[in-house]
């Protein structure tokens, strides 16, 4: 089995004896509210989905992230894992203390504060998304984030049920149901769409070379317009149960949010599948990007500054449904359409896999064709008056 990144699997989980006496100690510790988002990147740290992160982001961490991309001891880390409060509640806190995380009334995890430190909004949304235009959703986040940031090692207390426990597996859970499948070679494939036929054939083509196939779809805050979480797993159980040997594939949620960073986020994708055990991953035109902050194969071309990175890409091109060759397939491999021209010259022969055409024709309550998305997808979005965020 691959190992996690940075060597070991993060384990911040408190067992019982400990759990208990922090709960009947928790009134002596200082209580600092966070939200759901920071919940589920408590639980993702606490459970060894970030590997090899203990806590959140130090500054000397967070300034090597935005800087280098890589964390202060050299390993690639390319996307801030932080814990912002505000000035008044900074006031109240020293490095050295322990502070109680809590989601409503509910005690998630305390935290060991190693550092206190402010930040400039405008350099994180530069760096990390390499734009400060607000019309990027991650821009328009990034400058709503409190003023002040704590560092820390984490240990989680207790966390939320999830929406969906029956796909909700912790990287150790993932790494024993591939072993115990018999697999070595395992593809990652993220996505935070319903399948459309395009998927399909990059997933069968990758799994032609590897044991199986480990589909992870982003469950979390995503920006509108973007399939709602139910509908992704609905359409992607029904896909799977049609049109897949069940031995060579496996489902699996990532509870978090779509940064849409980018470049950036694909390597954090890949980090994140080394971690669940993936030994390679696919990468197709655009990944995490947003309307057109990103070159379309910027994604794959940022893999070239990280060969220590320990999980093997797999790229692919941009892909469509040729009516004459009868399949999917892409600029390499049809000779039906120029292959320096990205539309097609004859929209009776090429089918593109476009998300804003999907979206136009389910808005209007039509069936997509079958070239585009298999009659049992389709069947199960239709059944939602709105299936968008």
């Known amino acids: 089995m691959i190992n996690p990144h940075g060597g070991n699997l993060i384990n911040r989980v408190l067992k019982d004896g400990k759990k208990e006496k922090l709960i009947n100690e928790k009134n002596e510790l200082l209580e600092i509210k966070v939200n759901q988002r920071r919940v589920k990147e408590i639980e993702n740290i606490a459970t060894g989905v970030y590997s090899p992160l203990e806590g959140f982001l130090v500054q000397n961490d967070l300034d090597n992230v935005m800087d280098s991309m890589r964390l202060s001891n050299d390993q690639a880390w390319t996307i801030p894992i932080i814990l912002d409060i505000t000035n008044e509640e900074a006031k ?143 359409t992607y159980r029904v896909l799977i149960d049609n049109y897949y040997l069940k031995e060579r594939a496996m489902l699996a949620i990532l509870q978090t949010e779509m940064r849409y960073a980018g470049p950036r986020e694909a390597i954090f994708h890949a980090i994140i599948r080394k971690n669940y055990g993936c030994t390679h991953f696919i990468l197709g035109r655009d990944h995490a990007g947003v309307g057109n902050f990103y070159p379309p194969y910027a994604a794959q071309e940022i893999f070239e500054k990280f060969p220590d990175l320990g999980i093997s890409p797999l790229f692919f091109p941009s892909f469509f449904y040729c009516r004459t060759c009868g399949s999917s397939a892409n600029d390499k491999t049809c000779p039906h359409a120029p292959a320096q021209n990205l539309e097609c010259p004859d929209p009776e022969v090429r089918v593109e896999f476009s998300g804003t055409k999907l979206r136009d024709i389910l808005l209007k309550g039509e069936k997509p064709p079958p070239e585009m998305i298999r009659p049992e997808v389709a069947e199960v979005i239709l059944k939602w008056e709105n299936p968008f965020v």
Do not use: C
């Open 92 to 234: 109240k806190v020293s490095i050295g203390d322990t502070v109680r995380l809590n989601s409503g009334d509910q005690f998630i995890a305390t935290m060991d504060v190693e550092d206190k430190y402010s930040f400039n909004k405008k350099e994180l949304a530069e760096k990390v998304y390499g734009t400060t235009d607000m019309h990027h959703p991650g821009v328009t986040e990034a400058f709503k984030l409190k003023d002040i940031l704590l560092g820390g090692t984490i240990n989680l207390v207790d966390s939320p049920k999830s929406l969906y426990p029956r796909y909700h597996l912790s990287p150790a859970g993932t790494r024993k149901s591939f072993d115990d499948r018999g697999w070595k070679t395992i593809v990652g494939f993220q996505t935070r769409n319903v399948p459309h036929v395009g998927h399909e054939y990059v997933q069968k083509t990758a799994l032609t070379f590897v044991d199986g196939l480990f589909i992870n779809p982003v469950i979390g805050r995503k920006k509108p317009g973007d399939f709602k979480d139910e509908v992704i797993l609905q």
